[in-house]
């Protein structure tokens, strides 16, 4: 039996299977584009999905509609290849599979619940299923980055709504952005019946905007001077480095000369990136007196090296080093690249450094793409965040874009500046707005300069975390609820109806 | 929508998605492997690339065995001047210049020091070290060659640099 919506739209009833894919297809690839191209695709990169999907003419094929969009969105993370093709076919499926929860979720739930109250419900359920797939996506073993927030963090004219990430997370602004998708599907595909509720969500869409120019997140108290070292090596330099000493010596020798250069200027804080000199710097003196700051320096280095612990465990490490050379604190990466670095021990949590600049928060690499590091590092009173990244190894794809606007929804959550430092590239200050001062390019050796400021009180997104998932998810249960009761409401009444008429139901 | 439009819908949108996979992919295969160079602070690096001998981990393609040989291992001394001597005297005579003293390499193992310059059909090379089991070495005009463990070329002459040694950073 084919199941109909109880409000089918003028495109569901005759839509064929061929057109169905041809529009998921095309789903699939404007999510992909919105990922890593043109984050604005994200605005209506699932309208052709919901066209797909309404009517669909059974659970298997919205799961598989779902998951096509999802294999070819995810396929759009190629800059990951360098890594291993296994890990963009395994986040492809990754991804694929999050859709088919989308494709099953939407065929249960949609257009189910007759009435003002499921019209609401109708227009809601692509942003609220939407938000669950992502909220999926940063806890998953394989979880990489693919988010529509990701996507907007540098597009100004959408900047606004960003001011709704302190209070919901990125998670948040992600849902909104699926939510206009919505708005415009039913707008512009469904009749009358439905327009009430969507201009009502296109009216809320709106009001965050304008709360967001109204009110946008505080910069923060005190100043600081900050300086991001980007020595703009390839992967294969250090690759280099490993077979000839002469290469690693080029490497030790431009973090000296760029660290010189940058505590020249007696900035505060120094920050080197991810695994920038691979050599025994801190069990080496000569090393030390060359890279790290000297007693008449001012500036506490943070300082990205791997060490080996006495029982001969490797980590990947973030280092303070204060004025004189002494170790002040570290911090190791807590969330390892699944494979790609096996051989590293994780961390055993994310804890700010106290420094003399003030207390910083680091995260590494890709510790970046998920919000649970930089909001474990604010709640427990970071006050500024580092991002020390090596991105080299995306080569020059987009997805170190994608990577350093993910930074910069990190530091929108937190209330925090945020200084990301790329070994090849991007360098730059993302202040508590998304908004980034100054950059430097990939594979461009240089020094960052800028001020930041420190900021200690917590956001709401810090105290509540992922509330707004909760309430996404209590509001898919409560249309699961009223889906169920609806289809029992209907089920009774058509047997009534048959039993009046006298109807045989085989 | 009827159908008929359905299918039209469908049948114009297949080959424009084929076009837009097909552009990403192209510009993907350029973003992640076309060759490229980085500026570095203190000289140019190339993309590395498979040749015959091996890998070339870091292109140089004006690299000199003097100039280098001198740089690694006898910065004291004054840099060797003129061409690249043309045979095994030539290059002992240059060795012995720079103070560093030779004898033929016989073992069959080699641990990766010291190193040896050996002339070679194709020319000369000087191994510098292991990688993991594969040695490095030094190609004039080519750059720093990971080979094969196995794969060396035979050589007519070749001389353990006995004492020669380079700082690791």
């Known amino acids: ?506 | 929508m009827s159908r008929a439009t359905g299918r039209r819908t469908a049948r114009i949108l297949w080959p424009l998605m084929l076009l837009w996979v097909g552009a990403v992919a192209v510009r993907a295969h350029s973003e992640l492997t076309d060759d490229y160079t980085v500026e570095g602070l203190y000289r140019s690096y190339h993309s590395p690339y498979a040749a015959p001998l091996g890998a070339v981990v870091d292109p140089r393609p004006a690299l000199s065995l003097p100039a280098e040989i001198h740089a690694r291992y006898a910065p004291d001394h004054p840099p060797p001047r003129g061409p690249a001597p043309a045979d095994a005297a030539g290059w002992t005579a240059l060795l012995d210049g720079l103070g560093l003293e030779t004898r033929p390499h016989t073992a069959d193992r080699w641990t990766g020091a010291p190193p040896r310059l050996r002339l070679t059909a194709d020319g000369p090379q000087l191994l510098i070290g292991l990688f993991g089991v594969d040695p490095v070495a030094l190609v004039p005009g080519v750059g720093v060659v990971r080979i094969p463990e196995g794969a060396l070329p035979p050589a007519a002459v070749d001389l353990a640099l006995i004492g020669a040694r380079e700082p690791p950073w």
């Open chain 1, 1 to 506: 039996m084919i199941v109909a919506p109880t409000h089918a739209g003028r495109w569901a009833p005759a839509l064929c299977a061929e057109a169905r894919w041809a529009l998921a297809a095309l789903s699939g690839l404007l999510n992909g584009a919105a990922f890593i191209y043109f984050g604005p695709l994200a605005l209506v990169a699932n309208v052709p999905l919901l066209c797909a999907l309404w009517g669909a003419r059974s659970a298997t094929q919205a799961a598989l509609l779902g998951g096509l969009v999802g294999v070819l969105g995810g396929a759009h993370i190629y800059g990951i290849l360098d890594y291993g093709a296994w890990i963009l076919v395994a986040f492809s499926l990754y991804t694929g599979s999050q859709m088919v929860i989308y494709g099953l979720l939407m065929r249960l739930l949609w257009g189910r619940v007759a009435g003002p109250a499921g019209k609401a419900i109708d227009v809601a359920l692509p942003a609220l299923v939407w938000a669950l797939t992502e909220w999926i996506r940063t806890i998953g073993p394989l979880s990489m980055p693919a988010s529509y927030v990701g996507g907007i963090a540098d597009v100004g004219w959408l900047r606004p709504w960003l001011a709704l990430a302190p209070h919901t997370g990125g998670l948040g602004v992600s849902t909104l952005l699926a939510l206009c998708g919505s708005v415009v599907w039913h707008l512009a595909f469904v009749g009358r019946s439905h327009r009430p509720a969507a201009l009502g969500a296109a009216g809320f869409i709106g009001l965050v905007g304008v709360a967001g120019v109204v009110a946008p997140p505080p910069l923060g108290e005190r100043t600081i001077t900050v300086a991001g070292v980007q020595g703009g090596l390839a992967n294969a330099q250090y690759r280099a480095a490993q077979a000839d000493p002469a290469a690693m010596r080029d490497v030790v020798a431009t973090y000296e000369a760029l660290t010189r250069q940058a505590l020249a200027a007696r900035p505060d804080l120094v920050v080197w990136p991810e695994t920038a000199v691979r050599a025994p710097v801190l069990e080496t003196a000569a090393l030390r007196a060359r890279l790290f700051p000297r007693a008449d320096d001012t500036s506490t280095l943070i300082a990205g090296l791997v060490a080996r612990d006495a029982e001969g465990r490797g980590y990947n490490l973030a280092v303070a080093i204060a004025p004189g050379g002494d170790e002040i604190g570290r911090q190791a990466k807590v969330r390892l690249v699944p494979g790609v670095e096996a051989h590293f021990t994780p961390g055993p949590a994310w804890r700010p450094i106290a420094t003399p600049a003030g207390r910083i928060g680091a995260l590494i690499c890709l510790e970046s793409v998920y919000p649970i590091g930089a909001r474990a590092l604010a709640a427990r009173g970071a006050e500024l965040l580092v991002v020390m990244s090596n991105d080299a190894g995306f080569g020059r794809s987009p997805i170190t874009d994608h990577m350093t606007r993910r930074a910069a929804i990190r530091a929108v959550e937190t209330g925090r500046w945020l200084l990301r430092v790329g070994q090849a590239g991007i360098t730059t200050l993302i202040d508590p707005r998304g908004r980034a001062h100054g950059a430097l390019g990939l594979f461009e050796p240089g020094v960052l300069r800028g001020e930041a400021r420190l900021r200690s009180d917590p956001t709401l997104y810090v105290r509540w975390g992922d509330w707004w998932m909760g309430l996404c998810g209590a509001l898919l249960l409560l249309a699961a609820a009223l889906a169920l009761r609806s289809r029992r409401v209907s089920a009774r009444s058509t047997t009534k109806m048959n039993q009046n008429t006298g109807t045989k139901i085989t």
